[in-house]
């Protein structure tokens, strides 16, 4: 008689277990990031990427229920992006997906109607799966000449517009002409600039969480 109350104790405790966890899951949401090296904290340490300090950030207002992944590379393009966001959406059923690329399609010289096309692909498999894209715009130095570097800060605005999507404009705002927040190389913010990645970030951000 002991032995059957024990195993009936056991049972209700794993069903109880099982359901707590199904509702924690159910309550979950899941924030996706797909860039570069300037959210894959290339040259910063991790605990002070502007991606670390986000998900602080959820976890300290309120927002815990949101679960950031970071499958930022560095060195990805546009192409790479739309290749391995299919995979990466059946993968982590997000909610909101911010993308966070074309800087190194533009660096390379890439033509701005493929950097274009790829970033439309990506917006819209991201809508195909009933999530939010958020994107975020980026800028090139003006040596690549004026009207290569208008082009290619046109593409951002012209997307979000097209697709209706959030956008944040520039990421790099108040970053890349201030004294100590890039690194050596002139293309990376340093750790110093990470704080300001995320508050360029927050305010396009915040009312997709909502």
């Known amino acids: 008689m002991h032995t059957a109350r024990l195993w009936v104790r056991s049972i209700l405790f794993i069903a109880l277990t099982w359901l707590m966890a199904s509702v924690a899951l159910a309550n979950q949401n899941t924030l996706l990031i797909v ?3 300037l959210s894959a904290a290339y040259g910063v340490p991790s605990d002070r990427a502007w991606v670390q300090l986000l998900q602080e950030r959820l976890n300290n207002n309120g927002l815990s229920q949101w679960n950031v992944v ?21 993968d982590n059923s997000p909610d909101v997906v911010v993308i966070e690329l074309g800087g190194n ?14 970033l ?4 819209t498999q991201v809508q195909d799966a009933g999530a939010r894209a958020i994107l975020v715009g980026m800028q090139i ?11 290619f800060a046109d593409i ?33 913010p340093s750790a110093e600039a990470q704080p300001k ?11 997709a969480l909502n």
């Open 156 to 188: 951002f605005p012209k997307l979000s517009d097209r697709y209706n999507t959030a956008l944040v404009p520039f990421f790099l705002q108040g970053v890349y002409d201030q004294e100590g927040m890039m690194q050596d190389d002139g293309i990376h």
């Open 120 to 123: 439309a692909q990506m917006i």
């Open 197 to 207: 990645l995320l508050e360029n970030v927050w305010p396009v951000l915040k009312p």
């Open 35 to 37: 860039g570069d090296s």
């Open 141 to 151: 130095p003006p040596n690549y000449g004026q009207r290569y570097t208008q082009m």
């Open 70 to 90: 970071n499958a930022s590379i560095s060195g990805e393009t546009t192409d790479g992006g739309a290749r391995r966001l299919p995979g990466l959406l059946a």
């Open 105 to 118: 399609d533009g660096l390379r010289g890439f033509p701005p109607n493929v950097i274009e096309s790829n």
